[in-house]
């Protein structure tokens, strides 16, 4: 075995934020993650390891100015003695020549070895596809032979590799000199107020859990990020946003998107109480965020011989993609509308029968008036027990009476309950969104405006011929003339209602034809599903080149 030393270097340019710091301090912090402890560090620096400007220095407690070029080192053990190995594995290359490397590392996967990290790391593979990095052949760090940069363990995305020791000196440089271009894609809970927003939070270990990092009011050192909204899921559930880094602190973009509110989708760190509440959810988006979704998609870094600029963006891995496709895929939300007697109800019936997930807003009305229901508990503390049973529900009669009698009172009621209805009606689509369609029969989603705030996709109309509506199915319904008029009187005219459907089905014969008229509906509703769908593989195509273009006109212009 070649017993030949070598030194495992490490370099920094100091922040002015960190002026004032001792020495020893400051690369307590820098090693922290290396598993090297400060006192360690401390004797290092004793030993002569340590120059600041080029000029040794042997005391822990030189006060740092800020702006200074800092290396320490420390004597490794033999060459191969502790060098990673060489570990079977493909890393997509996105350019390749004798000098560097970009590359995609994937997710799951530490950059360099680390003494908590004992499984194949990033350099291992690299390793094995590229031996000629290796310290040995190279020259550079045993253990991080062409690490310029880094990324999260569960961060996927492109990465700049030196493939000698003088492209890594001059990578290594611009990386430290933020001359280097960065864009990363983060999904994030909820959606920021703002579209296009800064971040200027500095950072520093977490008071109490020194494995995490956090925003700090004392002693952080600089950090700046820059966010812009992409797109926003239905309901603002999730946010896909682009993040540029102008600083490069570990965690930074995990940190400041919690700090600002909206974690990424996934991080059980930095937002592990919306991480909780995700995998909690009932349909499948809870099992489609296996890791922080956190991507470096964009580098734009000048060649370190030629000083050409290099380029390149790579699409986000198969997670990613699955996550965002199923934030904008869920089910069609019908709505389903007429006139009173019209033979709606029927046409809920008729798909419940079939297995749909079917809501009536009637039904929940008349829970919302049983003796538990908060809609009876409502009318009972405004009204004084007027409108209610011993047990506690709604004395529907006497209501009715005084809804008839007077438009405030019926005003007031409409106030209290349907704003329950309307959020039972949210959760039920909520609760179905994995399937292809979710009917809700809702007789007053017109007059009440559900149509225009983005609660139903298609409203379906279900037209019948007056003579039959007001004369058999009224019978049916044991209604009287005078009843079913006010009631039609509550509700828009059936002309205005028929207009602002998408879809009418026609009740104009018998029960076999009115569910023949459901089989019409559910073609149309399984053709707007699979023309949804269409319409998501499209934008998944098209997103990722687009954005890539767009952050490569913003560098120039910049």
């Given at each position: 075995m070649d017993q030949k030393k070598k030194m495992n270097m490490w370099q920094r340019t100091v922040d002015f934020s960190d002026r004032g710091m001792r020495l020893d301090k400051f690369w307590g912090r820098e090693l922290a993650d290396e598993g090297v402890s400060r006192g360690r560090v401390k004797s290092w620096i004793e030993s002569g390891m340590a120059v600041v400007d080029g000029q040794d220095v042997r005391k822990g407690k030189y006060k740092l100015l800020g702006g200074e070029r800092v290396a320490i080192g420390a004597e490794a053990l033999s060459i191969g003695e502790t060098a990673p190995k060489p570990v079977t594995g493909h890393i997509p290359v996105l350019f390749e020549d004798e000098h560097m490397l970009v590359v995609e590392k994937r997710a799951g996967v530490t950059t360099h070895p680390a003494p908590a990290e004992p499984g194949p790391t990033f350099v291992n593979y690299l390793l094995h596809q590229w031996p000629d990095i290796a310290g040995h052949v190279s020259g550079m760090d045993e253990q991080r032979p062409g690490i310029v940069h880094r990324l999260d363990k569960d961060t996927s995305g492109i990465m700049a590799v030196a493939r000698t020791e003088a492209a890594r000196l001059k990578l290594a440089a611009d990386f430290a000199d933020r001359k280097v271009h960065k864009v990363y894609l983060a999904i994030v809970h909820g959606c920021p107020p703002q579209s296009h927003g800064h971040i200027d939070a500095p950072m520093g270990r977490h008071p109490s859990q020194k494995t995490r990092m956090a925003v700090v009011d004392k002693g952080g050192r600089e950090a700046r990020s820059e966010y812009r909204v992409l797109w926003t899921g239905p309901r603002g559930l999730a946010s896909l946003v682009a993040v540029r880094i102008h600083t490069g602190r570990t965690h930074q973009i995990r940190v400041h998107m919690a700090h600002i509110g909206h974690p990424l989708v996934g991080d059980g760190v930095y937002g592990s109480r919306e991480n909780a509440e995700w995998s909690r959810r009932t349909d499948s988006l809870a099992t489609l965020a296996p890791r922080q979704m956190l991507h470096a998609f964009f580098l734009s870094v000048t060649h370190p011989v030629t000083g050409e600029k290099l380029v390149r963006w790579q699409a986000p891995p198969e997670d990613f993609q699955n996550l965002l496709a199923g934030l904008r895929r869920e089910c069609v939300r019908v709505g389903i509308v007429g006139m009173p007697g019209c033979g709606k109800s029927t046409v809920l019936k008729v798909l419940r029968e079939r297995q749909l997930p079917c809501f009536s807003a009637d039904a929940c009305v008349a829970a919302l008036y049983g003796p538990d229901g908060d809609g009876a508990s409502m009318i009972r503390q405004r009204f004084g027990g007027l409108y209610s049973h011993e047990d506690g529900s709604v004395d529907k009669p006497a209501l009715f009476q005084a809804m008839q009698t007077s438009e405030t009172t019926r005003r007031e009621i409409m106030d209290m309950i349907h704003p329950m209805v309307r959020h039972a009606c949210d959760e039920f689509f909520v609760a179905n969104r994995d399937a292809v369609?979710?009917?809700?029969?809702?007789?007053?989603?017109?007059?009440?405006?559900?149509?225009?705030?983005?609660?139903?996709?298609?409203?379906?109309?279900?037209?019948?011929?007056?003579?039959?509506?007001?004369?058999?199915?009224?019978?049916?319904?044991?209604?009287?003339?005078?009843?079913?008029?006010?009631?039609?009187?509550?509700?828009?005219?059936?002309?205005?209602?028929?207009?602002?459907?998408?879809?009418v089905l026609r009740n104009d014969g018998g029960l076999a034809d009115l569910a023949a008229e459901a089989d019409r509906l559910q073609s149309v509703v399984q053709d707007t599903a699979r023309a949804r769908d269409e319409d998501v593989a499209v934008w998944m195509d098209a997103i990722w080149p687009d954005l890539a273009e767009k952050f490569q006109i913003e560098e120039i212009d910049a």
């Open positions: 369609a979710a009917y809700a029969e809702i007789p007053l989603l017109l007059e009440s405006g559900w149509h225009k705030d983005n609660r139903i996709d298609m409203v379906v109309g279900v037209s019948c011929p007056q003579e039959k509506r007001t004369g058999e199915l009224r019978r049916k319904r044991h209604l009287s003339v005078d009843t079913m008029a006010l009631f039609d009187a509550w509700q828009w005219p059936e002309k205005e209602k028929l207009a602002a459907c998408e879809v």
